[in-house]
Structures are given as C-alpha cells and as structure tokens.
C-alpha cells in the first residue's frame, strides 16, 4: 500500500511563488509515476503535471498546458518526496492540490493524498 501525504499549501499573492511536497511511503516509490492534479471549487479535478520513468531509468515530466512553464515537477528518490515547484502564480492556479501515483506509465492514477489548499489572492 502507498500513503502520500502533501504539503505546502498556503496563501500566496498574485505573482508569487509555493513549493509543494508529496511525501511517499513504500520502498518501492522510486518506480512509481508521481503526479499532481488540482480541484478547484465548483470544477472537476484536473491533470496538472506528471514525472515518469522511462524503460531506461530517465524521468519525463508531462505539464498541462495551463501549467507549463510556470510550474516545475521533480522528484528526490532518496527522500521518497516529489515536488512541484509554482511561479509566476494565478488566481485561476487557486485550488485544492493532489499527490496521486500509478504503478507504471499507462492507466489511471492509482493512490491519492488527502490534498493541500493553494489559494492565490492579494
């Protein structure tokens, strides 16, 4: 079972910038795709960025277009924590943000966090 916890979340204004983390529990996270979607109120939940491992170990980030760059995935497998690193934030980017990971590259996210608040307000 794989636990990922979020954090990170605030109040930033217009401009600003946050730095998200995803913490994952497991041995095996490193071969996990990590992502990250977003939920704003009233809106479905939406794809915000993804970081897979290819066939030969090499990590590939896949933005949504809204997103793409002004915010940054990455990973650090020794800390078992992905990030996503925001700029240049929105008050559109205000939303309720989701660690999610799948076993492989295809199908559907499979594990879920419980969420962390990013509010973009002056």
């Known amino acids: 079972q794989v636990q990922l916890v979020e954090s990170g979340g605030g109040l930033v204004q217009p401009g600003g910038s946050l730095r998200l983390s995803c913490a994952c529990s497991?041995?095996?996270?490193?071969?996990?795709?990590m992502g990250w979607f977003r939920q704003a109120p009233g809106k479905e939940r939406e794809f915000v960025a993804q970081?897979?491992?290819?066939?030969?170990?090499?990590?590939?980030?896949d933005y949504a277009d809204s997103v793409k760059g002004r915010f940054t995935i990455s990973r650090d497998n020794a800390k078992n924590t992905v990030y996503l690193q925001m700029n240049s934030l929105k008050p559109e980017d205000t939303a309720v943000y989701y660690c999610?990971?799948?076993?492989?590259?295809?199908?559907?996210?499979?594990?879920w966090g419980h969420g962390t608040q990013v509010t973009v307000s002056s």
């Open positions: 497991g041995r095996t996270c490193s071969i996990y795709t």
């Open positions: 999610t990971a799948k076993i492989g590259i295809v199908g559907d996210f499979s594990f």
């Open positions: 970081i897979r491992r290819s066939a030969d170990s090499i990590y590939y980030a």
